[in-house]
T-cell receptor, first 111, second 117 residues
């Protein structure tokens, strides 16, 4: 299985940046790194994804290490609505296009 | 953006009955869909891969006779929990994979909360 390792939980103050790390040392050369977040009682929501270069979109930025064995999701100014569980996921190496979720990071945003 | 519609959002049923959950990709064709289940405070656990026009592929430990999957068209997959029991109570989530290099993304349904009495 494609494995990712994330801290179980993190806290941030509102309006401050948040850096959510993910280790994926078994990543293959062609796998994209995907980040999703999940609010309570909802399905996961796409945040961002990337391959090698750093990526930016309206929600977040993704910084990918040069060796691609780790990445960091950056929320530039956390809001209370960003409180969620954030998952960093990779495609399973079996070639079946399935994705395996790790434990994720529960982000708590303090007002 | 692409949308995956899942319904019902919640269902309460009596023990021994069967429950069907539908998952539709609304604006792209999905030859492959995925079914996950999630217990409170836990991560998503992949149950099975639904393949259009062929049998589903189940993950280890998932009973294929308990969780029947049908993927009859490129936009619809259904999960039927047969003879449901209280231990089947969980949050079930489907996803569809839009494939294609840098555009590859998973789109998730909003989930179905199943409560078996």
């Amino acid at each position: 299985d494609a494995k990712t390792t994330q801290p179980n939980s993190m806290e941030s103050n509102e309006e401050e940046p948040v850096h959510l790390p993910c280790n994926h040392s078994t990543i293959s050369g062609t796998d994209y790194i995907h980040w999703y977040r999940q609010l309570p009682s909802q399905g996961p929501e796409y945040v961002i994804h990337g391959l090698t270069s750093n990526v930016n979109n309206r929600m977040a930025s993704l910084a990918i290490a040069e060796d691609r064995k780790s990445s960091t999701l950056i929320l530039h100014r956390a809001t209370l609505r960003d409180a969620a569980v954030y998952y960093c996921i990779l495609r399973d190496p079996s070639g079946t296009y399935k994705y395996i979720f790790g434990t994720g990071t529960r982000l708590k945003v303090l007002a | 953006g692409a949308v995956v519609s899942q319904h019902p959002s919640w269902v309460i049923c009596k023990s021994g009955t069967s429950v069907k959950i539908e998952c539709r990709s609304l604006d792209f064709q999905a030859t492959t869909m995925f079914w996950y289940r999630q217990f409170p405070k836990q991560s998503l656990m992949l149950m099975a891969t639904s393949n259009e026009g062929s049998k589903a592929t189940y993950e280890q430990g998932v009973e294929k006779d308990k969780f029947l999957i049908n993927h009859a068209s490129l936009t619809l997959s259904t999960l039927t929990v047969t003879s449901a029991h209280p231990e089947d109570s969980s949050f079930y989530i489907c996803s569809a994979n839009r494939q294609g290099g840098s555009n590859e993304k998973l789109f998730f349904g909003s989930g179905t909360q199943l409560s078996v009495l």
